[in-house]
């Protein structure tokens, strides 16, 4: 049995209370109609199926009810971080050890320049 | 307490007449089930509140906040999991997801508090459903309480983990309910009415060792 952590609920909880929706971050083609019967059918119906490291969505259907991801090890069923929608993920296939802290931080920090950038922008 | 249209949506009298009978979601349980009495020996005691007015509000934790603290005078719990007591400690507002709470209020007071945040609100986006029919409230108390929560949901009630003003939604026996402790000797059920029958079943069946007793 595992426990996994909701982002909304910011606990962890029994897996009894999740199911799994399949893959995460599956993009609809922002014009359908323009799309080839090949690029619709991969849309809906082709997902991924990798050994290794794998983002999934998941609900929290007795609980809050909300959907987020999951960042999931397929063999080893390790659960590396879960997080919220519209969020990306810390741990990849190509960051198997997780973005590094400095470089989250560096990326705030950055952010919050800009936003000083451009709150001095609005003084001036 | 009238009848009012806010735009698109009815608001209406549920109960009109009052010489209507009502039936609880444990009704059937009460009528056909065993019914052990509370003795002097009841380590757990089980105690339906029926009838109370139960309303789901959806929307923004800020416009809802507002409208909650003027209609009710209670400050919308805006930290997962909480839940939020007037002074008489009968009416409540529970935390159920990012952008959805459950207010609790006396029976007949539904309407009214429905109405009354329907005017706070305007034209904020927000959703109000009067689910009073849909579930029904039960309270567990005595000192076994919580090793008979402990045996039937996987939530961990320890009182460390499990504070005053806490409440969650989450497994109880093998269907779901709203667990929350509002005081501290005083457990409470939210259970679904499709749920109730089996639910209280089940309560009693794991009761029995601690000779639970059912308060009328």
Redesign the interface.
């Known amino acids: 049995m595992f426990y996994i952590h909701c982002p909304?609920?910011?606990?962890y909880?029994?897996e009894?209370?999740f199911h799994p929706k399949g893959q995460a971050h599956i993009a609809r083609p922002e014009d359908p109609e323009s799309c080839t019967d090949e690029q619709w059918g991969a849309y809906l119906f082709f997902r991924d199926n990798p050994r290794g490291i794998h983002h999934e969505l998941w609900v929290h259907a007795?609980?809050?009810?909300?959907f987020f991801n999951i960042t999931r090890n397929s063999a080893s069923y390790e659960i590396l971080e879960t997080y919220r929608m519209g969020e990306q993920p810390r741990f990849s296939a190509e960051h198997p050890e997780g973005k590094s802290a400095e470089q989250g931080a560096a990326v705030n920090v950055a952010d919050e320049a800009g936003v000083v950038a451009g709150q001095e922008g609005v003084k001036a | 307490m009238s009848d009012i249209t806010y735009g698109k949506v009815a608001t209406f009298n549920t109960h009109p007449d009052t010489s209507i009978p009502m039936e609880s979601p444990l009704s059937v349980a009460f009528n056909t089930g065993s019914v052990p009495a509370a003795t002097s020996g009841s380590r757990v005691l089980f105690k339906e509140q029926a009838f109370l007015g139960h309303l789901i509000l959806r929307g923004g934790a800020i416009v809802l906040d507002e409208a909650v603290r003027k209609v009710l005078g209670i400050s919308l719990p805006g930290q997962?999991?909480g839940l939020a007591l007037d002074a008489s400690g009968e009416r409540s507002v529970q935390w159920?997801?990012?952008d959805?709470w459950l207010v609790i209020v006396p029976g007949g007071e539904e309407l009214d508090v429905e109405q009354r945040l329907r005017d706070a609100l305007g034209d904020a986006h927000y959703a109000i459903v009067d689910v009073s029919g849909g579930q029904t409230l039960v309270e567990l108390s005595g000192e076994k309480a919580r090793e008979l929560l402990m045996k039937s949901t996987?939530?961990d009630v320890h009182p460390e983990a499990f504070p005053v003003g806490k409440g969650?939604?989450?497994?109880f026996a093998k269907a779901?309910l709203i667990l929350r402790r509002p005081t501290e000797e005083r457990w409470e059920l939210v259970l679904r009415r499709s749920f109730a029958d089996y639910v209280y079943r089940w309560i009693l069946d794991a009761g029995a060792e601690y000779a639970i007793g059912v308060e009328e």
């Open positions: 909304y609920c910011d606990e909880r029994d009894e209370e007795i609980g809050c009810r909300k | 997962p999991l159920l997801s990012p959805e996987p939530y969650v939604t989450t497994v779901n």
